[in-house]
């Protein structure tokens, strides 16, 4: 996707190539092999003195090499897959980057308009594809040079500097003291000659630069130095500014602070792809390989993307899904395929779990975890650095290291260099929608306590700005999480403690060996007199803290919200001596106390609690039974047993939630009856905690209600359900969980094979897998019925009269095909009707007047009660109509009919029937409507 340009370098522009390397100065992506920082050029001089004459020497190497990497990148090239999947295109890809032609052209030519250019689509646009593999390739073969940048955690003016001449050391003192236009005039002066050299400095992803700078005094020294850089007519630079549209308005701060620059004058839409641009960019990729498509799944899958805007991650999703399933030495890629992966809507589930249940089992959970922490607050997707992960992510680092590998060649997450640090995030928001699914509030809840926290230390160390109290009351509690804080982080935490004078100890004591030097460098360097006071009190109470006397009087003499955390910190510690303390604590006027105080109880497990707690649990006005019979589960007394029974009837599902997993903890088969109750409470985690109960106890009673509890619509309890099974051998549970493989939901049909695993089902994981290779459907015999009336109704009166007249009257009217179909499905129906009048009568009736829907859903509706009756014969049908592929199809033409009769078979129709594509497949279950 080019245009008419002038010739590449040559001579002595290609011998600094062949000096330099190939290097690509992008920021975000690290530095490579090549880069002039501290490098030795000919007169083994090393370019990394201060002083303005070797700075500029600098400058005009790094300038040359950088020119040279550019244009090294548009080279004739062959990707190693024709496809991106979720990543962004880059310069390289240009070869394979089709579909988005007119964009290209559009943007380019609205970009040399105007000095500054606003790039704004929303997400998934392709935006990022359209300057790197579109944009940027045009502009370098008019000896245009993009500076690309895409992240802003750090100073985005240093980042840009970085991007044209490297991050490794060696570069001169002044270079980091050099404004940015100041820069800019240096390295533009070192531009090959001709008329068109300019740089064309990238600013991608910029709604990050909104993110990561949370004060508009953060933001105005960039959008100072970019406005200067922009108002300098005899500068060669232009600017592009590309950002989600949700973030458009934001860029009013640039016209705020710089009137004359009219931020929105030049601008450019990326809009949804078209039909034409999205078969362009699913077919022109292959055309120089032996790969094509099938045109009717070209069709299918055009026709899927256009049920809502096309965007282009999701078709390059696709496309590479079916690139990299077809077998090996295939030259054709077909809708058996498509199937095979899920279609548009579960390819992007199907392929998340894929690659999960591909990582061993011990990485599982924490593969998971991994990509919920690459998640903001807000669902959308977050950069960390390797140190950042490693903070978040409580594991030994080979172990979270060898599942960050594995999730990067899966090209789930993406891995860059950036200033010698290693960063991870998602690549693409897609999967950011789908894994904050996984998020529970309690995880919501903490994200955003650990986001203020680094907004408030990230101003601490550029600004030294203390956090406030009203914030630190925000964090505290969740402090618990902050342990594996940094020293300079811990002085700016301390110091706002120390300030607003606000739970010392409770901070002292969870910076932990860090706490004595930090406090002794705030003593020795703080400006306020009073910090410097507090600190050294802070050190003298350091050795009451190791002794863990000092929670003893804090839950004593603090205040309310100090004793609470007192009671909850001594339960953690396991101060034992604090017991009667504790259970006076019980009777506390504070809710929040007597709460934390049980919740300390439960983990001292002293024996002399059973009795106090159990008088608090027979306490009907008492607020915290909920902390009570946590506690009680977790002393493990049996005395407890009865007044947890009593509590399972209490209004506050929490409380309920509580007691069940109590009475698990205590082991008591005699709360069988109850927890099988709790299977139909109206809390959801009731429900999941009581089936789990009942697998733990073990007990053959509870496989029924077990199974009765599959009719849960909640896929959460369904998952329970099928590990609790897997407590249990037996034909009955085995028959169940092998139907379970072809529940609707993944996480249902995953937990079914590991409880088959779990009792030694072999093949159980191959029937997983095959469940996913193959397109098996759960049907309604309603459906079914009304899928069969439908094909049969314009050939009935045909069928009932039967002779050659008849077939080929009625080939003339639906086809040969579809009345051979007809025919098949007539003589079994028929054959198999018997003594069946209702059945016989029906399709009497329906012959009569063919296009009566009345009649037609009469005929459906004897149809079902018999499939209903026989639902292997049911099954038999749907393969004589083509499979369930064929059968959708006719449903999806009759809507209304399918409606009517699966109102009209009330009592029928509750069953549903498996069926394959390929063959039928044994089994009914009964579902809940």
């Known amino acids: 996707m080019s245009f008419p340009s002038e010739n590449l370098p040559t001579g002595s522009e ?42 500029n020497s600098y400058i005009k190497h790094a300038v040359t090499a950088y020119s040279s990497s550019q244009f090294s990148r548009i080279l ?17 890809d240009e070869s394979i980057f089709f579909g988005r032609e007119q964009a290209v052209k559009e943007l380019c030519k609205t970009v040399q308009k105007a000095r500054l250019t606003v790039l704004h689509a929303r997400s998934g646009a392709g935006k990022s594809s359209l300057l790197q593999a579109g944009l940027s390739p045009n502009f370098i073969r008019q000896r245009r040079l993009p500076l690309y940048i895409r992240t802003y955690e750090k100073d985005p003016s240093e980042l840009i500097k970085q991007a044209l001449v490297g991050t490794r050391s060696g570069w001169p003192d002044l270079l980091s003291d050099l404004s940015l236009h100041e820069f800019f005039t240096i390295a533009c002066s070192y531009l090959p000659r001709e008329h068109s ?75 949804p792809m078209t039909r034409q641009e999205a078969q362009a960019a699913i077919v022109q990729p292959l055309v120089k390989s032996i790969v094509s498509y ?50 548009m809507e579960g390819v992007l589930k199907n392929y998340l779990l894929e690659v999960l249940n591909g990582l061993p089992e011990q990485y599982k959970k924490l593969a998971q975890k991994l990509l919920k922490a690459l998640l903001r607050s807000d669902g959308t997707k977050q950069a960390l650095s390797d140190k950042q992960v490693e903070l978040f992510i409580e594991v030994q680092k080979n172990e979270l ?47 955003q306590a650990e986001e203020l926290l680094r907004r408030e230390l990230m101003s601490w160390k550029t600004h030294r700005t203390l956090i406030p109290r009203q914030r630190l009351e925000i964090l505290f509690p969740y402090r618990k999480h902050f342990k594996r804080l940094t020293k300079l982080e811990w002085e700016g935490l301390l110091t706002s403690v120390l300030k607003e004078e606000y739970a010392i100890g409770f901070w002292i004591l969870l910076a932990g060996e860090m706490a004595e030097n930090v406090l002794l ?71 929040g106390i007597r709460s934390s105080a049980a919740e300390a109880l439960g983990k001292l497990g002293k024996v002399e609690a059973v009795e106090p707690l159990i008088k608090v649990l027979q306490n009907e006005d008492e607020l915290i039974h909920g902390s009570v019979a946590e506690a009680l589960g977790k002393l493990g007394k049996v ?136 397109k098996k459907v759960m049907m309604d015999v309603a459906q079914i019925a009304a899928s069969v009336v439908a094909l049969l109704a314009p050939f009935t009166p045909y069928l009932v009269e039967a002779g050659k007249a008849a077939g080929g009257a009625a080939a003339k009217t639906g086809g040969e095909v579809a009345w051979e179909k007809a025919k098949s499905l007539w003589e079994k129906i028929h054959a198999h009707a018997g ?95």
């Open 14 to 55: 290609q011998s600094v190539s062949a000096t330099q390397g190939s290097t690509i100065h992008d920021v975000n992506q690290g530095t490579f092999s090549g880069s002039p920082q501290n490098v030795q050029i000919g007169d083994n001089k090393f370019y990394a003195s201060n002083n303005r004459e070797e700075l």
């Open 76 to 92: 004739p090239s062959n990707p190693s897959s024709p496809y991106k999947l979720l990543d962004s295109f880059r310069v390289e």
């Open 197 to 271: 050299s300019e740089f064309l400095l990238i600013l991608d992803q910029f709604e990050d630069f909104f993110l990561y700078k949370t004060e508009p005094a953060e933001r105005l020294p960039f959008i100072k130095a970019l406005g200067e850089c922009q108002s300098d007519q005899n500068l060669p630079l232009r600017i592009v500014i590309a950002l989600r549209k949700d973030y458009y308005s934001d860029l009013a701060e640039f016209d705020r602070v710089l009137p004359n620059i009219d931020i929105f004058r030049n601008y450019y839409q990326t809009l």
């Open 294 to 343: 099938d045109p009717a799944l070209l069709e299918i899958l055009l026709n899927d993307l256009e049920r809502g805007e096309i965007e282009l991650p999701l078709l390059q999703i696709l496309c590479t899904r079916l690139y990299d399933t077809r077998q090996e030495g295939e030259a054709w890629i077909t809708l058996d395929q498509y199937q095979t992966i899920g279609g």
């Open 401 to 447: 290291e060898q599942v960050l590998g594995q999730l990067v060649r899966a090209r789930l997450l993406r891995r860059d260099e950036i200033e010698g640090e290693i960063r991870y995030e998602l690549v693409h928001d897609y999967l950011a929608t789908e894994i904050g699914k996984w998020v529970d509030p309690e995880e919501q809840e903490l994200k």
């Open 521 to 591: 460098k705030i003593a020795e360097e703080s400006t306020e007199k009073f910090i410097q006071v507090r600190a050294l009190n802070a050190m003298k109470v350091m050795k009451d803290l190791k002794d863990k006397n000092l929670l003893l009087i804090m839950l004593q003499e603090g205040n309310d919200l100090v004793r609470e955390d007192a009671a909850k910190a001594i339960g953690e510690l396991g101060k034992v001596e604090a017991v009667d303390l504790l259970i006076r604590a019980l009777q506390d006027e504070n809710e």
């Open 639 to 774: 005395e407890a047993v009865e007044p947890l029974i009593k509590v399972l009837r209490d209004e506050d599902k929490w409380v309920r939630i509580d007691a069940a997993e109590a009475l698990v903890r205590l082991g008591k088969v005699e709360v069988l009856e109850l927890l099988v109750r709790l299977l139909q409470d109206e809390a959801k985690r009731v429900r999941i905690n009581a089936a789990g109960a009942l697998g733990r106890i073990g007990r053959g009673e509870a496989v029924e209600p077990l199974i009765k509890a599959l009719q849960d619509e909640d896929e959460d309890v369904r998952s329970s359900v099928a590990g609790a099974l897997g407590k249990f051998s037996g034909q009955e549970s085995e028959d169940i969980l092998i139907a379970m493989l072809y529940d609707k939901d993944d996480f249902v049909r995953l937990s079914a094979a590991e409880s088959l695993d779990r009792i030694n089902i072999k093949g159980c994981r191959y029937c997983f897998k095959k469940k996913e290779e193959e």
């Open 835 to 929: 003594e069946d009048k209702k059945l016989q009568g029906a399709a009497l009736m329906v012959s009569a007047d063919p296009e009566d829907e009345s009649m037609q859903a009469t005929f459906a509706k004897a149809l079902g009660a018999h499939l209903e009756a026989d639902p292997a014969f049911a099954e038999e049908l749907v393969r004589l109509m083509g499979g369930s592929q064929a059968v959708q199809e006719v449903i999806a033409e009759h809507q209304s009919l399918v409606e009517n009769v699966g109102q009209q078979l009330k009592g029928a129709g509750k069953q549903t029937v498996r069926a394959s594509d390929n063959s039928a497949i044994r089994g009914v279950r009964q579902s809940k409507e």
